[in-house]
Structure formats: structure tokens, C-alpha cells
């Protein structure tokens, strides 16, 4: 019995360095991640966790000789700080299930999104566990010391444990540490495709081109804003709370601006969210095969003008940079500029507008919009939005929420902006945003582009604002196509139909 005693009691009183080592090394990302989500409860009850099973692996170490048992802690001290590593970056990601979108933003998005990502989820959380984790040094080498204390201090240790352990019963169905192993093996899987990426091959025309019949008689100027990571439940146009597109708003009730009520985006991340709004085939997987907006465009004798505020080069810029390529004239406003606003694309678009290339053009509007981090998305003086409008929400959710709000509130400027620019000529404008994101909709600690696998997260990372802004011009001249317009907005839309309604729109005719 008393033999018995003696070894439960090890880890407190013999070995207690090794078990606080053990320890710290596994609940470190956990509570710095309980701090950072603001939910102490859920980092205490981490920490209990890692106690309970800290204090499993010492007692097991110490059913070896010596020489065994010092062996063990060699090989685990690594083990586990390497763990530190990776579990950091898994906690981080993964309190959002984040995993597969994490690479999938690196792999297929642009420069400034995927520094954006980085910024958001990994930069403080991860730094500051793995500076705090090598506190683990300083109690190696003070370990003979440490044993000293813990002789006369152990039933202190024993008592902490044993109060630990309720608080670690606590299991949060679905959602805990245990799920990681799953996730890790999914995260080695990515980062192996990750370093064997290569840059996406060049777009080019189809040939044949496209077979299309157009009498040439379509409207003059088509303006086709592409907004980013924009959520309907944050529009203000479908009845959201707060007043974020008050200018619009006020479009939408002159008739002008149709805003479509049901619009799911095709995808919930950016490229694949492209590579089935603007090409068009069956081959989806080898889309270079595929004909693109582009090839329509062209056939059915439209200029088309690339005008974006995303990133020009790197290999991270592949799609949507690549795909832009086949315009006939591009222009990237912010020469990659991370801290560039949206408005910088009226400047450019006025250049091409007043000087186009022919008789009917199209301009891409490619916008930053709403990505991730939100609190760079809009100028100072678009801040009307505070931490104090959402008493009912945690303090960490006020942030991100006043953050992407006053961002929509500037998008709503910028969209209004390009409006304004097109309202005197025979002018049909759509705004789509490429997919929404997920801002607290499937997790109270969650924000981002929707996560795989989870049906609600999916469903708010697809649920966008569209709208149709149609001049007076335009209308007076195409009225059977204005009431088309009319006609649709009632109807579920998919961005998948997007190149087939604005060929319908335009009058363009396929066989
Ligand atoms: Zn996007």
C-alpha cells in the first residue's frame, strides 16, 4: 500500500520539474488560446485536461530504471515542444476547424489574403506560445532545485491536481482537443501538396471561339463589380440591424438598384468561387479548357477592362490574375499594396471609361472588400460603428463585428461611388461578391472563410448580396431586359448561372 502511495505521490515529489515541463508544453497553446477567444472557462478546462494527462505520462515514465526513464524524457521533451508547435498552429486554426481552408487561402488566393490569414489567426497567438513555452528551459536546468522545493511542497502540487481534475471532466461534445490527431494528419497532407505548388499555367482563348449571336445592339457600358467576402446577413439592404449600405439603400428604393433576395455564391473561397462564376464547361477540374467570360465577350464584340485592388504578382496570385490576363486592358491600382481602399478603383475605372477601346465595353471592378483582417478594410473616417454598438456580444466579438461592418459601411460608399460615375450613360451594373464569410455564424469563437465540413459555416460562407443597378438610360432603352432583371429577383441564383444571365442580359445568344 504504502509502496503504492509512494508512486502516485512520484510525480509531485520526485519528478515534479518533468511534470510541470509536461505540462507546460501541452496546456500553453490551450490557454493562451482560452485567453485569446475570451472563454477563461474553456482554457481552465484545457489546462485540467493537460494535467490529468501530464501526470499520466510522468507516472508511466516512472515504472522504468533510471536509465530508461531518463531516456524517455530525453526523446519526449522535443517530442512535446514540437507538438507545441504544430498544436499551436492547430489550436489556433483548429478552435476555427480551419485546416484545409488555411491552405487552400495559400494556395489559391493572392499575396495580400493570405498575409491577411496569417495576420489574423497566427502571428500573436503562436509567437507568444512559443516564447512562453521556453520557460521550459529555465525549469530544466533549475530541475535539481525545483525537486528540492517540491519535497517539502508536494502535497500543495498533489492538491492542485486533484481539484483539477472535475474541471477537466468537462467535454465540449464535438468540438475538443481530441479531434486535433484527425486534423494534424490532414494538416501534414496539405503541407506536403503546399510545398510541391506550382504556379497555375497561363489562360489563353479557346479555339474554336465561342458560337454566338448577338445583333450588337447591347448596352454600351456593362460594369461588373466583384466584391470579396461580403455576407448578406451583414447588408443592411436585406434588413440587417445596423445601417451599413445606407447609399444603396437609398438607390435601391428608386428602382434603379435591383437587389436580388436569394443568392448563394457558387463556392465559399475565392478561386473556386471564380472558376465557376466566370467560366464556363464541364470540365471543371482542368478549367483552362473551359471557355471564360472572356471568350463570350469577345465573340460578341465587347472590350473588356480589368480594374482591380487585389495584388499583381506572386505565385500565390494565380487564378484570378492569370484569368484577368485575357482582358484587353488591365489596370492594378494598388501595385500590391496591402493598406490600399477599395475607392482607389473609381480613379482608374473614370481613365477607362472616358477613353475606351470601342463602342461596348465591359469593366471588371475587382475589389478588396471584406477580407480578413477586417480592421484595414476601411479608412478612419469610415469607423461610425463602435465596440459599444454590440453590448450583447463578448468583447472579442465586438471587435471583429464593428471591424467588418464599418467595412461593409465603406463598401457601400465605394459601390455607390462607381454608380454615381456610370448613372448619366446607358449603364447596367452588377455587384457579386465572390462568397461571404463566416462572422460567428456555426461558433461563438469563429470567424473567416466558411469551414469544410460544417453545414453552417458553409451556408453563411454562401450567402451573398447581389444587385442589379440598372441607369435610366438603360432602362428606357432595354426595357424588356430591365423587367427580365425585375423577374429574377425573386428567384434563387446561384453565381454558378452567372455567365449565362449575363449573356441573357446582354443579348448574347449561344448555340
Ligand atoms: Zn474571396
Not at 360 to 373: A, E, W
Request: negative net charge.
Amino acid at each position: 500500500m504504502k509502496k503504492l502511495f509512494d508512486w502516485l505521490i512520484k510525480p509531485f515529489r520526485e519528478e515534479f520539474w518533468f511534470l510541470f515541463i509536461v505540462w507546460m508544453l501541452s496546456a500553453i497553446p490551450a490557454l493562451i488560446s482560452g485567453i485569446k477567444i475570451d472563454n477563461l472557462f474553456r482554457a481552465a478546462n484545457f489546462c485540467c485536461k493537460a494535467l490529468v494527462v501530464s501526470y499520466l505520462i510522468v507516472l508511466f515514465c516512472s515504472l522504468f530504471k533510471d536509465k530508461i526513464s531518463k531516456a524517455l524524457k530525453i526523446i519526449l521533451i522535443p517530442l512535446l515542444f514540437a507538438n507545441l508547435v504544430l498544436d499551436t498552429g492547430m489550436f489556433e486554426i483548429y478552435k476555427t476547424h480551419l485546416l484545409d481552408e488555411t491552405v487552400d487561402i495559400l494556395l489559391g488566393t493572392n499575396v495580400e489574403e493570405a498575409q491577411g490569414f496569417l495576420e489574423t489567426y497566427l502571428t500573436s497567438g503562436t509567437v507568444l506560445t512559443i516564447l512562453t513555452s521556453l520557460l521550459a528551459v529555465p525549469v530544466f536546468i533549475f530541475r535539481r532545485k525545483i525537486t528540492l522545493l517540491a519535497e517539502k511542497a508536494w502535497p500543495f502540487f498533489a492538491l492542485v491536481f486533484i481539484c483539477s481534475i472535475p474541471v477537466s471532466l468537462y467535454h465540449r461534445p464535438g468540438k475538443d482537443v481530441a479531434d486535433i490527431a484527425g486534423w494534424r494528419s490532414v494538416s501534414l497532407l496539405k503541407v506536403t501538396m503546399f510545398a510541391q505548388y506550382k504556379e497555375a499555367p497561363d489562360f489563353h482563348y479557346q479555339d474554336p471561339a465561342p458560337r454566338v449571336v448577338c445583333d450588337g445592339d447591347g448596352p454600351e457600358n456593362v460594369i461588373i463589380v466583384l466584391g470579396e467576402s461580403l455576407s448578406r446577413s451583414h447588408c443592411s439592404l436585406y434588413g440587417y440591424e445596423k445601417q451599413t449600405q445606407p447609399m444603396l439603400e437609398s438607390l435601391a428604393r428608386q428602382d434603379s438598384l435591383v437587389v436580388f433576395e436569394d443568392v448563394t455564391s457558387a463556392w465559399y473561397h475565392t478561386i473556386q468561387s471564380f472558376i465557376l462564376m466566370l467560366t464556363e464547361g464541364d470540365n471543371k477540374e482542368n478549367v483552362y479548357n473551359n471557355y471564360t467570360v472572356f471568350d463570350y465577350l469577345k465573340a460578341a464584340g465587347y472590350n473588356s477592362y480589368w480594374i482591380t485592388n487585389q495584388a499583381a504578382t506572386g505565385i500565390y496570385d494565380n487564378f484570378v490574375a492569370k484569368l484577368s490576363a485575357l482582358s484587353d486592358r488591365r489596370n492594378f491600382v494598388c501595385g500590391g499594396s496591402k493598406f490600399g481602399y477599395d475607392d482607389a478603383l473609381i480613379p482608374a475605372f473614370k481613365e477607362y471609361l472616358h477613353n475606351p477601346i470601342g463602342k461596348r465595353n465591359v469593366f471588371f471592378l475587382h475589389m478588396k472588400g471584406q477580407h480578413i483582417p477586417y480592421n484595414i478594410a476601411s479608412p478612419e473616417s469610415f469607423r461610425h460603428f463602435n465596440v459599444s454598438d454590440y453590448p450583447d456580444f463578448s468583447e472579442a466579438q465586438r471587435v471583429t463585428l464593428c471591424d467588418y461592418d464599418n467595412s461593409v459601411l465603406f463598401n457601400d460608399s465605394v459601390v455607390a461611388g462607381i454608380i454615381d460615375v456610370v448613372s448619366s450613360g446607358e449603364s447596367i451594373l452588377f455587384y457579386v461578391p465572390d462568397h461571404a464569410q463566416d462572422i460567428y455564424d456555426s461558433d461563438p469563437d469563429y470567424y473567416g472563410h466558411a469551414r469544410a465540413g460544417d453545414e453552417k459555416s458553409v451556408e453563411a460562407g454562401r450567402s451573398i448580396p447581389f444587385v442589379v443597378y440598372c441607369s435610366s438610360k438603360y432602362i428606357e432603352k432595354f426595357p424588356d431586359e430591365y423587367k427580365t432583371i425585375l423577374d429574377m429577383k425573386s428567384q434563387p441564383f446561384n453565381t454558378e448561372n452567372f455567365i449565362p444571365m449575363l449573356l441573357r442580359i446582354l443579348k448574347i445568344e449561344t448555340s
